[in-house]
């Protein structure tokens, strides 16, 4: 996963970085020159349904943050389902994890952990991202498979090529602080190249202490089962500190580009607040294989990827294990994943383009927990197979055909055809008091193929220079992951640990799981300036009707309990997600005195309910608003930023998930921007307000936590508090 960059010198919002790709997609079927792809970066996608931001949105937002998902904040519909430090999981429009397909510079990655851990974003730092595409759930086929809820794409930059008969010699150096936790870290890149190879090298750190929120939250019910050791502000298992490194080597003629990256990442701690366990080391081990070449024909683009993953989890220094001593409780697990794709883009003549490819990718897991010495029962004397060589081998080939009828009249219409085989040996537990579930899963057969078909159409019309109207309807199918399907103890303490949803529930695995799909139906209403620079509008309403998504059931059918924590099972249940996106700009003053000024504001509003039981679907964000003043002044942009988010009410009843209140927050920032030098000064929740995230699941940082109900319920992940950061970057 990995990862033109001449800088903008203001703030570009997120509504022009849409109207920007509109514009490269009225020359789309062009054939591009190669020297121009490299040297000045990669080429927009040419995609419907999508947002964009600008470089300085993304610069801006590094500095804030060094988890890569922050980044997307400024998406209207995108929101975050929180977990370790540099970790969150992105939502879309009520889907997440692996209803999303995350594309790092062209490698799909899975998340190797029976807690999604280490996500896919996880492995590129946030300052080495030069450019993210977020689609919608009805995007085109060719964004991607195996999802229902979107895709989202982020980049590096381009590796950089010298004038002929030059040598480029350059870099960049950056670092950031931020006062609550501590948080500090830094980045360098550099170059050297002439004008057919180049080599780069990119690394960075970042560690973090544990942050603070606003008030003593534990004066709520959190200082239950001896969670009472730390200061009362302090939010436990939230630190981190990871290292990533990057060596690019690439060659280019003039219409051939091959490019390999070599990646490593060391993360020796990461802390999550809404787990049972903490990372305690993730190691990964990456290489990247790329190859474009354009031609008189059409555009040919290839890749190879590869993936060692070696993941450890114990309990960190905030949690406690409270049997036998407080010897800990290791967790391993290793993966290794393999992938590629083969795409031809065809002109077929000035108005109708055609796209083929195909993708394959292959995944093998194994999950072990080791015994601990001394203990002949609960976590002893025997390994502890959680997921034993999984495997989850994917096989995927699609056609897309793109027509202009007319300048105003746009179509994209594709099918692409999957499929999937998952695949798990025999298991075993810690000793003969798991022999029971051990045998039922044991006598089941574990290999399924799954043979999904995926459907996506489009329609675009631009009537006039101010207005923009899309229609689109998608069929997406997503098979389940290896945790969902094969992981089989049904006892409180060791279910509690296969848990991805951050609930502090136990889950249990289905092998009949069958395949999520969602027909999702979405249009989008664009009306803005002429100049795309006074005002502008969007109204972006959606809905999905889920066959067979995911949810849970109690696996005790006969447990009411509507508080506490409880061991859960996955099943296929039919759903719905409706909503509605709305973003706008308007330019209130121009080259004033002080500069121009913008308001820029976005809602979203998201709803999901199970229709089989009439339950919410879990962690769905509530009603929430942004809305912005920003001043371009010289070099320098500055924003002043108002979140409001609505009290969630409507929960999960079979989780137990707890509501939230509702809050708002103020945050200051302001960019200093210049071709070689920038620094961002900013102070986050400025009035220093307590809030508990919507999508934070429940606090179990502190304390007790192998017990399923040793902790307090009902206590969610608190936000953090005030926060003072600054970061440089400079370029030589």
């Known amino acids: 996963m ?15 970085s849409a109207l920007g790709q509109l514009a490269y997609a009225a020359d789309s079927t062009e054939v591009q020159q190669m020297p121009e792809v490299v040297v000045h970066g990669s080429r927009p996608d040419n995609q419907a349904n ?32 929180a977990a370790g430090g540099f970790s969150s999981l992105p939502v879309l429009r009520g889907l997440a994890d692996d209803r999303l397909l995350v594309k790092t510079d062209g490698a799909s990655l899975i998340a190797s952990c029976p807690n999604h851990m280490n996500s896919p974003l996880s492995y590129m730092d946030a300052s080495k991202v030069d450019s993210v595409q977020v689609y919608n759930a009805a995007a085109p086929v060719s964004a991607g498979g195996d999802n229902i809820g979107g895709v989202i794409v982020a980049k590096s930059a381009a590796l950089q090529f010298a004038e002929p008969g030059q040598i480029l010699q ?16 830094a980045n360098a890149s550099a170059t050297l190249a002439n004008d ?17 929120a606003a008030a003593n939250f534990k004066s709520a019910g959190a200082a239950a089962s001896g969670r009472a050791w730390m200061d009362g502000d302090t939010v436990g298992s939230t630190a981190y500190k990871t290292e990533n490194h990057e060596l690019g080597v690439a060659w280019r003629d003039y219409y051939q580009l ?4 070599v990646g490593v990442q060391r993360t020796p701690y990461e802390g999550f607040a809404n787990q049972r366990m903490d990372m305690t080391d993730n190691s990964s081990d990456q290489l990247n294989l790329h190859y474009n070449g354009q031609f008189a024909w059409g555009e040919l683009d290839a890749r190879l990827y590869s993936q060692y993953v070696r993941h450890h989890m114990d309990f960190g220094n905030d949690k406690q294990l409270d049997y036998m001593g407080d010897i800990g409780m290791p967790m391993d697990t290793a993966s290794h994943t393999q992938g590629g794709s083969l795409t031809l883009d065809l002109p077929l003549n000035a108005s109708n383009k055609l796209k083929l490819g195909t993708e394959f990718q292959r995944y093998q897991l194994n999950d072990w927990w080791p015994p601990v010495a001394g203990d002949t029962m609960m976590m002893g004397p025997e390994t502890f197979w959680n997921i034993k060589n999984g495997k989850r081998d994917k096989l995927d080939v699609f056609a897309e055909w793109q027509a202009d009828w007319t300048p105003q009249w746009r179509s994209i219409i594709g099918t692409r055809l999957s499929q999937v085989k998952t695949n798990a040996d025999n298991v075993s537990g810690y000793s003969s008091m798991y022999d029971s579930d051990a045998a039922a899963f044991n006598a089941q057969s574990h290999a399924r193929t799954d043979n999904n078909i995926d459907f996506s159409a489009l329609t675009r019309y631009i009537p006039s220079a101010t207005e923009q109207y899309e229609l689109a309807f998608a069929r997406k199918t997503r098979s389940p992951n290896l945790y969902e399907r094969y992981t089989w103890a049904t006892d409180s303490m060791t279910s509690i640990m296969n848990n991805f949803a951050g609930d502090g529930n136990g889950y249990v695995g289905n092998p009949n799981l069958k395949p999520e799909v969602a027909n999702t139906l979405s249009s989008s209403l664009d009306w803005h300036a002429a100049d795309g620079e006074a005002w502008l509008f969007r109204v ?16 005790d059918a006969s447990s009411t309990a509507t508080t506490g924590y409880v061991v859960l099972q996955y099943i296929n249940q039919n759903a719905q997600l409706y909503g509605v996106d709305v973003s706008g700009k308007l330019q209130l003053a121009k080259n004033t ?10 809602l979203s509003y998201t709803r999901g309910e199970s229709l089989t039981t009439g339950d919410n679907l879990y962690n769905i964000m509530p009603l929430n608003a942004k809305l912005a003043l920003v001043n371009k002044l010289g070099q320098w942009t500055s924003t002043a930023e108002w979140q409001a988010v609505r009290a969630k009410t409507e929960v999960s009843a079979v989780r137990n998930e707890a509501k939230t209140p509702g809050y708002s927050l103020f945050n200051l920032r302001t960019r200093y921007e210049t071709k070689q030098f920038s620094v961002d000064v900013g102070i986050d929740n400025v009035f220093n307000r307590f809030y508990t995230l919507p999508l934070g699941g429940a606090y179990t940082g502190q304390g007790a936590t192998m017990g399923i109900n040793s902790i307090a319920w009902g206590v969610g992940v608190p936000g953090a508090a005030r926060s003072l950061y600054t970061a440089f970057n400079y370029k030589f």
């Open 196 to 212: 057919h190879v180049s080599i780069n090298y990119t690394g960075s750190t970042a560690r973090s202490n544990n942050y603070d």
């Open 50 to 81: 999508g947002s964009s931001l600008s470089q300085t949105q993304l610069a801006g937002q590094a500095a804030r943050s060094s988890d890569s998902a922050q980044l997307l904040q400024d998406i209207p519909g995108l929101t975050l389902h």
């Open 258 to 261: 091959l490019e390999a990256k």
């Open 540 to 555: 972006s309403p959606y809905y999905s009707y889920v066959q067979n998504y995911i949810d849970a059931k109690r696996y």
């Open 2 to 16: 990995h990862y033109q960059t001449k800088p903008a010198v203001v703030a570009v919002t997120l509504a022009l």
């Open 170 to 185: 350059g870099g960049e150096v950056g670092a950031f602080y931020r006062s609550n936790g501590d948080a500090r870290g």
């Open 593 to 602: 005195a002080y500069g121009s000024f913008d308001a820029t504001a976005q």
